[in-house]
């Protein structure tokens, strides 16, 4: 009887659902869109009070300018990062410049789930295909994708919140990191760029752990501060000073810093900018997650001792007897101000963006406007002196593959009282020979911090020489002075023309 009653059931169901579809098609068909419209509107009313899920859709391409939507390419990226594992059916890709040239992702009408925080979601893939209007003989499809995900309606709040947050951080950074980096360089106000492909780290770098380490704390710091920014009012963005001798691996240090933070660089050369609005158009059009450089930036331009200059010719200027000399920057193509300078690094256009960092170097800090490397401009100033000992002992390690020998112990003490700039020392380390011979390198370090320290202390002498002939050449003239005093040889004319002291 029950089964007979439950046959009974399905029948009457299946004659239900055959009805409501054969009413449904029928509607489609012959109804005006108003009336259809108005179905589709109430029943998916009474659908949404069976089905307790919430569905969000994101578009391929958003807005009236056809652009590819943000949040759409970051979903693809991390879904592709973090689940794509499950999907059984996968597209591949070949991206250009990408770390990861083969690129997977969730084919069309593909579903996959998360998790975050102990609650289950879907993700699902799809595309709409909408045929197009004009004659052809080729007729195309304009096919749009996008994503759709899926999830109960008592945790809204958190996927709404947190979870979509997460999702689309986790994106960006996944694609930072993945995305081969770029070096900029411009040519007036145009920016180039080429793959950057410099290999420095900071385990290769040649300097002091202590430093290095700090360095690195800072960075990180720096990166993973924009909430502490904001809430401080500030712009997102640290200024780095790197100064010291030629040849002590400032360069290497900026390839370093991007590697490690995975930023682009810009290499921006200002004698190529002709004013200060070309130099703010340059700045406007980098891009976040990347590092400004300007290197030697006493030798870029003369901007150093700029406002001193003004207040000479100021003076000049005021002495009619004085000929009239032609402004310094006649003939000159750039026009870029110090003043200019200082609104780049600090001022209201520096805020165009975030996550940026601005690196100056020099062979001459001294000879720097203060103002332009004050701290909140220039945030923390790096000296990269000579090769120390525990330098040396990187460099070893990266020539050589030694960490240890019987002759470190010479040239800890040469290093100790020669200065040799890292790239000298690195010279003299690199293999001449394959195999390496190690012994052979550092008996050749050795000869060279023998030989500048026997050339310093040659200098040194002829310096104690000349200063001892100088003051021996004051004593004697001291001494035929007073001699020629006490019989009276010396007599003296008072000048009344042009007011000096007297001749002898």
């Known amino acids: 009887m029950n089964k007979f009653n439950m046959a009974d ?27 259809r419209n108005f179905f589709e509107k109430y029943s998916q009313r009474f659908l949404t009070l069976l089905y307790p899920y919430i569905q969000i859709t994101f578009n391929e391409f958003t807005g009236e300018r056809f652009k590819r939507s943000e949040a759409y390419s970051a979903i693809e990226t991390y879904l592709g990062k973090t689940t794509s594992m499950q999907a059984k059916r996968l597209k591949a890709d070949v991206i250009k410049n990408n770390t990861q040239p083969l690129s997977l992702s969730m084919d069309d009408h593909e579903e996959v789930a998360d998790d975050f925080n102990g609650v289950k979601v879907y993700w699902s893939s799809g595309k709409n295909i909408l045929k197009t209007q004009s004659f052809s003989f080729y007729p195309t499809t304009d096919e749009k994708r996008y994503y759709k995900l899926s999830f109960h309606k008592r945790h809204r709040e958190m996927i709404l919140g947190e979870y979509l947050q997460h999702v689309l951080k986790e994106g960006r950074d996944i694609k930072v990191k993945t995305r081969m980096r770029k070096l900029y360089t411009n040519n007036g106000s145009q920016w180039s760029h080429v793959v950057f492909e410099h290999p420095a780290s900071f385990q290769t770098l040649a300097m002091d752990p ?27 963005k640290r200024g780095y000073l790197l100064y010291g001798p030629p040849g002590t691996g400032k360069s290497t240090m900026i390839a370093a810093m991007a590697n490690f933070l995975c930023y682009d660089i810009y ?26 450089v300007i290197e030697d ?66 062979n001459h800090v001294e000879k720097l406007d203060p103002a332009l490397i004050r701290r909140g401009r220039m945030d923390k100033h790096i000296e990269l002196s000579y090769c120390g000992f525990e330098a040396f002992k990187v460099l070893a390690k990266n020539y050589l593959c030694i960490q240890t020998h019987d002759l470190f112990e010479r040239i ?15 010279e003299n380390l690199m293999p001449k020979t394959s195999p390496p011979d190690a012994e052979r390198c550092l008996k050749s370090l050795i000869g060279a911090l023998e030989a500048a320290k026997a050339e310093a ?48």
């Open 9 to 35: 059931m399905l029948g009457h169901l299946g004659s239900v659902l055959a009805s409501v579809m054969f009413v449904w098609a029928i509607i489609q068909q012959y109804f005006p869109y108003n009336v």
């Open 210 to 236: 202590v430093m290095k380490q700090e360095i690195i704390d800072d960075l990180t710091t720096f990166s993973n501060g924009e909430e502490f920014y904001n809430r401080i009012g500030r712009a997102w």
């Open 267 to 292: 290499d921006l050369e200002l004698t190529a900018v002709k004013d200060n609005t070309e130099l703010r158009r340059l700045l406007i059009e980098t891009s976040s997650k990347s590092i400004i």
């Open 297 to 362: 930036i006493d030798c870029s331009m003369d901007l150093t001792g700029q406002r001193k200059k003004e207040v000479k010719e100021e003076e000049e200027e005021s002495d009619p007897k004085k000929p009239m000399k032609p402004p310094e920057n006649e003939g000159k193509t750039s026009k870029v101000t110090l003043s200019g300078l200082l609104n780049f690094v600090d001022g209201l256009w520096s805020a165009c963006g975030g996550d940026r960092l601005i690196v100056f170097t020099t």
């Open 412 to 426: 800890s003490e040469l290093l100790g009282e020669v200065e040799m700039t890292p790239a000298d020392v690195a």
């Open 457 to 504: 202390e040659r200098k040194k002498l002829e310096e104690e020489e000349e200063k001892k002939k100088e003051l021996l050449a004051v004593k004697a003239s001291e001494v035929k002075v007073a001699n020629m005093v006490e019989n009276g040889e010396v007599k003296v004319v008072n000048s009344v023309e042009n007011g000096s002291n007297g001749s002898v």
